[in-house]
């Protein structure tokens, strides 16, 4: 059994290291706002195998000027 990258919430680079570790290419998907575009660090949302050691990042532009005090 293939063990999957636990990488959700990681900032891309630390995530696509993580999934190099274990032996997985992965591609890199940006889902990117409607309105308005203000972070500038991405971070991992989505991990999708599509293969047996390929998978994709689904990625977002982190806003920390949203939510929480």
Do not use: W
């Amino acid at each position: 059994m293939v063990q999957l990258p636990d990488v959700i919430g990681y900032p891309l680079e630390e995530a696509v290291e993580r999934c190099k570790a274990l032996g997985f290419a992965v591609d890199i998907i940006i889902a990117r706002p409607v309105k308005e575009f203000t972070g500038k660090k991405l971070r991992v949302v989505r991990f999708k195998q599509v293969s047996e050691k390929e998978g994709e990042l689904t990625v977002v532009y982190e806003d920390i000027k949203k939510g929480g005090k």
